[in-house]
């Protein structure tokens, strides 16, 4: 997955235009391959505590104002995720508004909101966000806190999200470590490089992949001095926006892009083996002739078609994706369940295949690196009935271009293989951020290294969901009934 940072210069107090303008930037970063797009503090309105305060109810939004409609369409028609940040309403007219970071996912639904924990007291302490603001108009006597860390997942990662001043205190960080985020994502309005700088050191003390998106501007309440950017768990910065001096033609708008696919959960990560598996008891049903609407491969190789089987909560959630595909597309299912020795036998050929090409790793590295394409017997979502490897053709059974064939491996495909892959085909993105919103609608999660495994009831879906046990364990099969 690529993810972004936007930087422009928001119109102040216009929700509209710039919910417009940030609409367009996810488009153009979906263009250059993002998956995730993170804007600046307040930027629906500009970061200036003087608008907000003179009219809280028209500089404050909920997840569902028809203002954001602008960008919750732009996530659906590109398949790319937004963090918004904005004055957010918390609840009755007279209640304090917080600063939050509304998350939207692919689909344009609210994946999770998070409001600011820590607010700036007052003016002249550099962080950007007090100069020339009275006491009386500080974040602390305008924005109510926020009491709950910010977390979310997206493409096999955990993400952590953070605003601003909450940088400033190293327990913020330390938590998202503790979770289990690898990556940090900061929506801020700092005024000075100095601060900027700071993340460096936050990354390199805490092991976060870090992110800011940096306001720019001068509104009542200070000035944005741009620099969004990135840096290495190392502390090194491998990308920046320009410095904002002063106003200059348009907006000034810029995107800071990253890739971050090395930052996947894998299926060998000890996260997965740990989810606890409470056996539903579904049954492996065919799929041939319990769904024969539903298009199945013609494997040869597998003469008894234990390919063509799923549990039946699979199987349900796959006709509602296809009846959510768009006229003149439909599902081909190229394998569902896998028997526990083929699946033994597929892991340690991949890692043989692996250790010829790089002798020099240890096994646990080989170990790891084969789990990106094929999953570790003992925890195998295949052999528990629970996934589907799967393609789009045309309804006349003809393969539409998907970027990749169905398992080409990572290096086979130079890492085209992975969902969020970047320099696809305009026709191969479509056809995948359609494949992706049918399935996700349906209730199924993506082994991001895979854009064909989707799965549902095992461990993967699991801790992708947050769910606290696995419905579905491995399953042994004794073949089609006589």
Sequence with gaps: MIIAAAQFTPVPGDIEA?????????????????????????????????????????????EDDARLAPIREACRATGVAAVVNAAGRTGGDGDRPAISSFVLGPDGTLLTRYDKIHLFEGEGEGEGEGEGASEGESESALFAPGTADGRFTLGGIRFAL?????????????????????????????????????????????????????????????????????????????????????PVPGDGAELVLSDIRDLITLMADPAVAAIPVQECGEPLVDVR???PELLVADLRDDERGAYAQLREGVLKRLLVAQRALPDGLRLKIVEGYRPLELQRRYFEGYVDELRALHPDRDAGHLHQAASRYVSPPGIAPHSAGGAVDLTLVTTAGEDVDMGTPVNASPEESNGACYTGAPDLSPAARTHRRVLNAALHSAGLVNYPTEWWHWSYGDRYWALTTGADHALYGPKEWDGPEE
């Design 18 to 62: 710039n919910a417009a303008r940030m609409a367009a930037l996810l488009t153009e970063a979906a263009e250059r391959g993002a998956g995730l797009v993170v804007f600046s503090e307040l930027a629906l309105t500009h970061y200036d505590r003087h608008l907000i305060a003179a009219d809280p109810a028209g500089m404050t939004v909920t």
């Design 162 to 246: 953070a605003t601003c001043f909450d940088n400033s205190f190293p327990e913020v960080p330390a938590r998202a470590a503790a979770d289990g985020c690898r990556v940090y994502l900061a929506s801020s309005f700092h005024d000075s490089a100095q601060r900027v700088a700071q993340y460096g050191q936050l990354a390199r003390e805490h092991g976060l992949h870090v992110l800011l998106a940096n306001g720019t501007g001068t509104g009542h309440s200070g000035r944005g001095c741009g620099l969004s950017g990135v840096w290495l768990p190392s502390g090194e910065r491998v990308a920046a926006a320009a410095e904002w001096t002063g």
């Design 289 to 291: 002739t319990a769904a």
